[in-house]
Every structure is written in C-alpha cells, then in structure tokens.
C-alpha cells in the first residue's frame, strides 16, 4: 500500500488503484445464508455512491456525528469508509440523541429515534434490498443510495488529524486509524496483499474493526466477515476456511 496514505479513504483509494478487481470484503451471514462478495471496485462504488447521499442528501459536513447503530456487516464497512471519505465522525453504537445524524439496522430502530437529525434505516436484507415497508421517520438506504453519483470528491479536504472515528469510547483520527492498523497488523498475521482474514468478531470494539475492514484494507488483504458465527460447525468453518483460502481466524 502507499505509504503516503494517511486516512481510511486514502487507504481504498490505493487499494483501488493498485488491483480494483480482487476481492476486498466477502460477507456471510450464518443466520440466513446469505453470502456476498465485492472486489475492491464494487465497494469503492458503494462507498462514492453513500459518501454523496452524506454530503448532498443529508448535508452532512466534516466534524459531524454519525451513530452507526449496525452490526458487522458488509453494508456498515461502507458506511466507515463513507464517513471517513466525508470528514464525519463515525460513532459505532454511539448515542443517537447525542449525534447528527443516525445510521440504524432493523434491530435499533426504536433507539435510532432519539437522534434530532436525519435518520437512515438499513433492512440489511440480502444483495442490499429495501425494506418491504420503509420504517416511519426514515429514509430506507436502498432506495436512497443507488441514484447516487459514483465518483465523490468531498467539498473540503478531509484534514487526516481530524476526528475519525469513535469506538468502545475512545476516539480516532483518520492517521490513527491508518497507523494503528498498520502497527497491529502482524499481530494479526496479515503480512500484507494475499492475506485474507476471516473474521467472527463484532464491529462495537476496535479489535473487530481492525481485524473485520481496517487492518486487511491497511495492508493490501482481504477479510471474510462473518455474522453469526457461532451457528457455524467447526467442520462447516474449516470448509469456508479451505473455499475462501483464509490465511488467518479471528474469532
């Protein structure tokens, strides 16, 4: 990857410039057994297409929050990379009444309601489908995001030193995100382009963002993103280990 990368958004960036066929994010869900996979290009459209629905739909500007109330999922790695390309703060599981806007999956909803600002449902359905009835007082992502504009460049320069992201109560820069991925890489066992990471673990800590999207972005791999692991055999695990050429678990 490029050394000169100082923010998330930088990071998908190269990676897209580098090979923007291979695979970046594979998702299975072991509750439905939903499974999808999208090369570096693929997620990059979804993550241009959201950052636009941000800046020009939801007048989102840099420094806002952003309660992202999603589990791990291949849809809120986009929306982490929408924010940083932004210059909003992503909150994962933050307070909503405390937040600008509020990003919520079907489970949230009632607690999503407490943010003043736009509101934003995702059914987390399989291939990204609508709700079949849009929650009262949201706008349902599938239909707002695929109008969007393909290519986004933000209004301002995102500033790497700049509030990023919030987990677990701890906040980061766009650099510390980019750097801490990088330190912590090996001991995930990503050694850089043809890692590929399958990780079990949820988004509400830094370990699972880093295993799940940032590490593997920072390093030129890939990750095999898991929901609802724990319904999956060891037997089952070791086949998807051997199909999906996993280097390394985190779980």
Avoid at 21 to 48: C, H, I, K, Q
Avoid at 142 to 152: L, S
Avoid at 187 to 196: K, Q, V
Avoid at 209 to 229: D, E, F, I, K, W
Wanted: net charge negative.
């Amino acid at each position: 990857m490029n050394a000169t990368d100082r923010t998330p958004a930088d990071l998908l960036s190269s990676a897209l410039a580098a090979d923007p066929g291979r695979p970046l994010v594979t998702f299975y869900d072991d509750a439905t057994g939903e499974r999808v996979e999208l090369s570096v290009a693929t997620f990059a459209n979804w993550v241009a297409k959201t950052a636009n629905l941000l800046q020009d739909e939801l007048s989102a500007e840099p420094g806002d929050r952003v309660a992202l109330l999603l589990p791990a999922h291949w849809q809120t790695a986009v929306w982490l990379l929408a924010c940083a390309s932004a210059g909003v703060v992503a909150d994962v599981a933050g307070d909503p009444a405390a937040a600008d806007l509020v990003v919520s999956g079907p489970d949230t909803l009632q607690a999503a309601r407490a943010c003043p600002g736009p509101r934003i449902a995702l059914a987390l359905r399989p291939l990204g489908g609508r709700f079949p009835q849009p929650p009262e007082g949201f706008a349902d992502y599938a239909v707002e995001v695929p109008g969007q504009g393909d290519r986004f460049v933000p209004y301002t320069p995102v500033d790497p030193e700049d509030p990023a992201l919030i987990v677990a109560g701890r906040e980061f820069s766009g650099a510390e995100v980019v750097e801490r991925a990088r330190a912590e890489a090996s001991g995930l066992g990503l050694t850089g382009p043809g890692s590929r990471i399958l990780s079990g673990l949820p988004y509400d800590t830094w370990e699972g963002l880093n295993a799940g999207l940032y590490g593997p972005l920072a390093t030129g791999g890939s990750v095999v993103l898991c929901r609802h692991l724990e319904r999956l055999g060891d037997e089952a695990l070791d086949k998807r280990v051997e199909s999906e050429r996993v280097t390394v678990i985190a779980r």
